[in-house]
């Protein structure tokens, strides 16, 4: 069998991104389970804003490619008004079916403040509207600026929690899928 590959997609923009440092967290944890990984930084990509006249933008299909190759996707997402990140949403909205269908995803999210689960949700949703396999196990980092000392993170639970959701998409990246269904036949896209 082959080596598993996880990639982190870092949905923030910020020099000092405590998403970043949690994601990872997470690609050691994945490391561990014996994966190769790659955190893809969406400040090296341009991204502009989707306009769906044209197929390519930027450095979308360099984007897309790596997201394709993947056999397993961590998102990171900082918590922005309760929801997950416009960049993170702009770089999702450039992928599609072929890049997620039957695809592992596991979920982090870093709030400034308290629990980030909202952000958690609304990615769950969008990942499951790709057919992706979204991991149950999640992981949130609440009051982010307390959490990290520097680049490391001092709450031993917490470093735990990340560790492990990367080493879940590792664990279950080659899950069989679920047989089709009539719902999952309907859900074929915008295209139609």
């Keep these: 069998m082959q080596q598993t590959h996880v990639v982190a997609i870092a949905g923030s923009l910020r020099d000092h991104s405590f998403t970043r440092l949690a994601l990872q967290y997470a690609l050691d944890g994945a490391e561990a389970a014996g994966a190769t990984t790659e955190l ?47 960049v993170l949403k702009n770089a999702l909205d ?18 400034g403040g308290s629990f980030p689960v909202t952000a958690l949700d609304h990615l769950r949703s969008v990942c499951r509207s790709l057919n ?31 560790e492990r959701l990367g080493h879940d998409v590792v664990q279950y990246a080659n899950i069989e899928p679920e047989p089709s269904t009539f719902e999952s036949d309907e859900n074929v896209g915008a295209d139609d």
């Design 94 to 111: 450039y992928c599609g079916f072929d890049e997620f269908s039957q695809k592992t995803v596991g979920l982090l999210a870093v709030a």
């Design 40 to 86: 893809i930084d969406l400040r090296e990509f341009d991204l502009p804003p989707l306009n769906a006249d044209y197929d390519e933008h930027g450095d979308s299909a360099a984007f897309v490619s790596k997201v394709d190759a993947a056999d397993a996707v961590l998102l990171g997402t900082p918590v922005y008004h309760g929801s997950y990140s416009g």
């Design 132 to 162: 992706a396999w979204v991991l149950p196990h999640q992981a949130a980092v609440p009051r982010a600026s307390a959490a990290f000392e520097g680049t490391e993170l001092v709450d031993d639970d917490l470093r735990k929690r990340i």
